[in-house]
Every structure is written in C-alpha cells, then in structure tokens.
C-alpha cells in the first residue's frame, strides 16, 4: 500500500471538506503540530538536526515564541476539529502532536552555551522554515486563483512531500555535491583578473548577470537530460506528476539535482560574482522554480511572457500534448528558448494534462529512486 492510500484511510471519511466541517481546522492542526514538533527536536539536538548557517541568521526569542505559538494554535485547531466532525482522527492527531511538543518542552528547551562544530548535520531547521513559508504564500495563491480546482492532496502529493523533505533536510549533502564539480575539477580555471571586473559591476547587474549566465547553462543540461537516453530516465521522474501545484516541482531525481545544480554553478564559480547578488540569486531561483509549477491560472502581459518565465510556459514544458514535448527548456527566460529554437506557447492556452504518455515512471520516492537504473526498465 503506497502512503497516500495508507494516510487517505487513517484520516479519509466520507464528511465534507468545506469551511465549517473541522477539515480544514484538522488538517491545519496536524501540519501545524508536526512543524511544532520538528522544532522542539531542532532545540533540544541543535548540532544533529540544524545547520549553523540558518541558527547564525535566526533571532532565538522570536524563535521560541513563535513555536510556542504555533503548538498553541495547532491544540485549538485540534480541539475544534474534534467538535466539529464526527470521525475524530484528524484533530485528535493535532492535539497528540501539539501535546507532545509541549510536553518535551515547547519553545522553552534549554541550549546550550557554545556549540562546537560538527562534520555531519541534517537541515531540519530549514526544511520547517521552507514548509511553513512556501505552504503559507503559494497554498492561498492556489486556493484563491486555481487553474484546475483540486484538493490540496492530490494523487501523488506524498511522493512530492518525501522529495521536498529530503532534499532540505539533507542540505549539507546536496550543498557538497553542488560545489564539487566547479571548486574541485575547475579551479584551475580561475581568472583573478575576470573575477575583478565582475566584482566591479553593480550589484543589480551582477544578479542580472547570475540569472542569465545561470539560465543559459540550465538551457544547455536541460536540454540534455531529454536527448540523452541514459539522461532522459532520471530526469523522466520529475516529468512523472500528472498534476501540477508548488509542490510538484520538488519532485526531482538525486542524480538530476546534482548534475544540473553543479553544471550550473561552474560558470558563476568561474565569473566570481560577489556573495550579496549570488544570494539574492538563490532565494529568487528558489521562490521562481516552484511559482513556475505552480496551480494558478494567472495570466500576464506579452511583454511579461517574453522577458520572464511564467506558469503557462513551464507548464507547456509538463504538457502530455505531442507539440508540445521536447520545448520550453528555459527556468528562468523564454527568450532564451526562442533564440535556439524550442519555444511553445500557443497564446492564452494551457495544456490539457501533464505527465508521459503511458505513465512509465512508477509512483513512490523509493520506487523512482531506482527506476532508472531498473534492470528492465
């Protein structure tokens, strides 16, 4: 039985889902209180569960009020929920989860002092921040303006909640293997003299610069992935949701990720642009990937849609449509697509369906992890 079966018949019931029937107070108090037990985990084991990157960054008495928060809030949730519908699951598993958050200690866990360095540790501090965050803006995005109108939890949503869990939580992981292929095998490439006169551009030009020379190399290994057939599997499993919300894109292949993010590093390695306009770079590639899968039926000016990639061409990129396959390669600018040739966007149309034709790409995280190194296959 695959998780979605298993969580449809622990929480699924035959009552309605809409505001005032304790759904949505249930749900809220289930995903509210898991978050609030994550972070009383990070508290009490900081060296394991976080990265010191994010706790340098994170004010500790905002921290630890807005835990003690959301474990209040998820309590009441749960005990809505539970007056509300009949079947009692989902709140009452709110409520445990918010007990238990309590119990070991809420948001007054102790730290201590100094925390020595450690060589090995998950990023369970920022996959909570990136759920909350990403569940808070893009859910009523997709609630408010749905281009197709679908439960939050749709077919397949676990699979995509294990990849963006995983891939978050194993940030040191995934960072490594992003650097190694520029600082390890092209360091040698170093220009001093190159790297000078990036540094002296102005810092917007310097993330203008980051986001083209970033999209062009993405362009190139994008496009790869779907002409080469020992490539075309690894990636065929992010091409694998037949639905497409936020979530959709976190659906991606360990060799994937790691072969497209560090290709695309070595260029801005190479150029050296400075920490500030890289960083503004990465948190804006990090809100666009997911708002360009997203299910909103905005639709923007021609302008827009030549400069910027949006929803409807990526979209197009997912699309089951035969005239569709093999176009749209660009993340971040269409016109880059236009310029060799793979650009598709009949105006003001949306794709029928996403997906490969036939479905081969089986459903579940472990199930896809090795799908393309099946025997068989």
């Keep these: 039985m695959d998780l979605d079966r298993a969580l449809q018949r622990l929480f699924g ?15 809220l108090a289930v995903f509210l209180g898991t978050l609030g037990l994550g972070a009383v985990a990070c508290l009490r084991w900081p060296q394991l569960l976080t990265s010191p990157e994010v706790r340098a960054l994170l004010p500790l008495p905002l921290v630890r009020a807005t835990i003690e928060l959301v474990i209040g809030v998820a309590f009441l ?50 996959f ?36 963006f869990f995983v891939s978050h939580l194993l940030v040191q992981g995934s960072t490594l293997l992003t650097l190694m292929p520029a600082t390890v095998f092209f360091r040698w490439a170093v220009t001093p003299a190159v790297q000078g006169t990036v ?10 610069a980051c986001a083209v020379v970033a999209d062009l190399t993405e362009y190139a290994v994008h496009r790869l992935f779907h002409r080469l057939r020992w490539l075309w599997p690894f990636h065929a499993v992010h091409h694998s949701s037949q639905a497409m919300d936020w979530l959709a894109g976190s659906r991606l292949h360990v060799v994937d990720v790691v072969l497209t993010r560090g290709l695309t590093f070595v260029p801005l390695f190479l150029l050296g642009f400075d920490t500030a306009p890289l960083y503004a770079y990465l948190v804006f590639v990090s809100l666009h990937a997911v708002f360009i899968h997203a299910n909103v039926s905005w639709t923007f000016p021609r302008w827009v849609e030549a400069l910027v990639v ?68």
């Design 199 to 208: 540094r002296g551009l102005p810092a917007v030009l310097q993330f203008v």
């Design 77 to 126: 949730l749960g005990l809505l929920s539970t007056l509300l519908r009949r079947r009692k699951v989902l709140g009452a598993t709110g409520m445990a989860l918010a007990l238990l958050a309590g119990g070991g200690g809420g948001g007054q866990v102790p730290l201590p002092g100094a925390l020595p360095a450690t060589p090995v540790y998950l990023g369970l501090d920022w």
């Design 13 to 27: 019931d035959d009552e309605p889902e809409h505001v005032g029937s304790g759904w949505l107070s249930g749900t």
């Design 310 to 377: 949006t929803p409807r061409f990526h979209h197009w990129h997912h699309a089951i449509e035969a005239e569709a396959i093999d176009k749209n390669f660009a993340v971040h600018f269409p016109w880059i697509d236009r310029l060799f040739g793979t650009y598709y966007g009949p105006p003001g149309q949306w794709p029928a369906g996403y997906g490969i034709a036939g479905n081969p790409v089986p459903e579940g995280f472990a199930a896809q992890l090795v799908y393309p190194v099946r025997p068989g296959r």
């Design 128 to 163: 909570l921040l990136n759920i909350l965050l990403l569940t808070l803006l893009f859910i009523p995005l997709e609630k408010l303006w749905p281009l197709h109108r679908r439960t939050v939890f749709r077919p397949g949503w676990t699979t995509d909640a294990v990849y």
